[in-house]
C-alpha cells in the first residue's frame, strides 16, 4: 500500500508527464504539403515563385511566434509532371499525420486528375491556392481557390481584342492539357462578339522532341494567316519560344495577348524589344505597384526575407496562399487538426486579404475572381 507522500508523488510525476507530452505536442511543426515541380523546365519558374512566396510568409508568422507558439513549414514534393504522380504523393501527405493542409499544388494536369479522383475530399485536408482557377476543377471538395480560372483570362482577351475592334484574329493553342478546352471557349466567346477567326493553329507540347519544329511550323502558320491580332493559349517553355518565332515572322506587328501563365521575362529572352506591347492576362494582382494594402505588405516582407528574390505575379501568390493558410490554421484554435482547418475555411467567409478578398462559405469557395491586363514595356517589364 502506498504511502500518502508516495501518492502525491505518483501525482505528480503523472502531471508532469502530461504536461511534457502536451509541450511535446505543440512544439511540433505544423506542416503544410505542396506538389510542384521546380525542376521541370516546364513549370520551373512559376514553381520557384510560388515556393518562395510561400515561405516568406511563413517565416514573417514564425518570426512572431508562429501559430499558437508552433512554427508552421512547407514541405515541396515534385511530381516531375508525371502522369499520376501528384495524387500519389499527395496520399504520401495524408498519410503523414504532421501535415495539416495543403498548398499551391502546380500542373493543371495533375491538378485535374486530383479533382477527379476525390482524394483531397475523402481524406479531409484542405487544398489552399492550388495554381489553377478553372472553376470546373477547383469546384472539387476541399479545394479553396484563389487565383482567377484560364476561363475568365480567356474571356478577358477576347473582350479586349472585340473593343479594339480587331478583325483577323488567329488562335494559337497548345496540344495539351488545357489548349484543346481554351479553343473551344475562345470560339464560343469570339462568335458572341463577332470576332473572324481566321485560323486555329495548334504547337505540339507533349511531345519534348517535337516541340522545336511545331513552334516553328505554328509561327509559319501564323504568318500565312496575316492577322492583325493573335490569342496565345499557351504555357511551358514552347510559349516564349512561340511568341519569338511570330515577332521574326510577317505577323510581328499582329497584336498579341498571351495568358497569365506566359513569363514576360523568358518572352523578352526571346523576341527582345519586339515583345513590347504584348497584352498578358493576370489572374493575381499587380506586385509592383503598392496601391493595395496587400502588395504594401508583401513588398515589405520580400525585402526583408527574401531581398535577392525579384518581385513576380507567381512569388506574389505564393504569399497570398500562404497568408490565407495561416489564417486559417489560426482560425483552427489551439490544437489545429486537419478537421478543423477545413471548419475554420469554410466559416471564414469574406476575408480581406488587403484591399481584395476570399469567400469562402460551406456552399461556395470563391477566391478573387477578377483579371488584370499587363502590357510587355522596355526590358520585358510588365506595365498595366
Known amino acids: 500500500m502506498f504511502s500518502r507522500k508516495e501518492l502525491v508523488l505518483q501525482v505528480v510525476g503523472f502531471v508532469i508527464l502530461a504536461i511534457l507530452a502536451m509541450s511535446l505536442a505543440f512544439s511540433q511543426d505544423l506542416v ?43 514541405v515541396n514534393k515534385d511530381d516531375q509532371l508525371a502522369q499520376g504522380r501528384m495524387i500519389e504523393q499527395t496520399k504520401e501527405f495524408v498519410a503523414d499525420k504532421s501535415v495539416i493542409a495543403l498548398i499551391a499544388y502546380q500542373n493543371t494536369a495533375g491538378i485535374t486528375e ?13 487544398l489552399i491556392a492550388p495554381f489553377q482557377g478553372d472553376k470546373s476543377i477547383v469546384s472539387a471538395e476541399g479545394f479553396y481557390p484563389f487565383r482567377s480560372g484560364y476561363p475568365d483570362e480567356v474571356a478577358a482577351m477576347i473582350k479586349e481584342a472585340a473593343f479594339q475592334q480587331k478583325k483577323r484574329l488567329v488562335i494559337v493553342y497548345q496540344s495539351a492539357t488545357f ?5 473551344k471557349l475562345a470560339k464560343e466567346l469570339a462568335a458572341k462578339e463577332k470576332l473572324n477567326i481566321v485560323a486555329e493553329i495548334m504547337v505540339e507540347t507533349a511531345v519534348a522532341d517535337k516541340v522545336e519544329a511545331s513552334v516553328n511550323a505554328g509561327g509559319s502558320a501564323v504568318a500565312n494567316a496575316d492577322p492583325d491580332a493573335i ?17 521574326n515572322s510577317s505577323a510581328q506587328d499582329a497584336q498579341l495577348y498571351g495568358m497569365s501563365i506566359l513569363p514576360s521575362a523568358e518572352v523578352y529572352k526571346a523576341a527582345g524589344d519586339k515583345a513590347r506591347g ?19 505588405q508583401y513588398q515589405k516582407l520580400m525585402k526583408q526575407y527574401a531581398p535577392n528574390e525579384p518581385l513576380s ?38 476575408y480581406d486579404l488587403g ?27 510588365l506595365l498595366r
Open 32 to 74: 503544410v504539403g505542396q506538389v510542384s515541380s521546380q525542376t521541370s523546365p516546364v513549370t520551373a519558374m512559376n514553381a520557384k515563385g510560388l515556393y518562395a512566396g510561400i515561405n516568406v510568409y511563413f517565416e514573417h508568422t514564425n518570426a512572431q511566434g508562429g501559430v499558437n507558439g508552433r512554427k508552421v513549414r512547407l
Open 114 to 126: 486530383l479533382a477527379k479522383s476525390g482524394v483531397v475530399g475523402d481524406s479531409r485536408i484542405a
Open 179 to 183: 489548349g484543346p478546352s481554351m479553343l
Open 231 to 247: 490569342l496565345l493559349l499557351m504555357g511551358g517553355r514552347a510559349a516564349p519560344m512561340t511568341v519569338g518565332a511570330i515577332k
Open 278 to 296: 504584348i497584352v498578358i492576362t493576370q489572374a493575381v494582382p499587380f506586385p509592383y505597384s503598392a496601391t493595395l494594402p496587400l502588395v504594401s
Open 313 to 350: 505575379f507567381t512569388t506574389l501568390e505564393g504569399f497570398i496562399a500562404g497568408k490565407i493558410t495561416v489564417e486559417a490554421i489560426k482560425r483552427a484554435g489551439n490544437n489545429p487538426t486537419r478537421e478543423k482547418v477545413i471548419k475554420a475555411l469554410n466559416s471564414m467567409g469574406q
Open 355 to 381: 484591399g481584395i478578398s476570399v469567400d469562402y462559405s460551406p456552399k461556395s469557395r470563391n477566391g478573387w475572381g477578377s483579371v488584370d491586363l499587363t502590357v510587355i514595356g522596355a526590358n520585358g517589364r
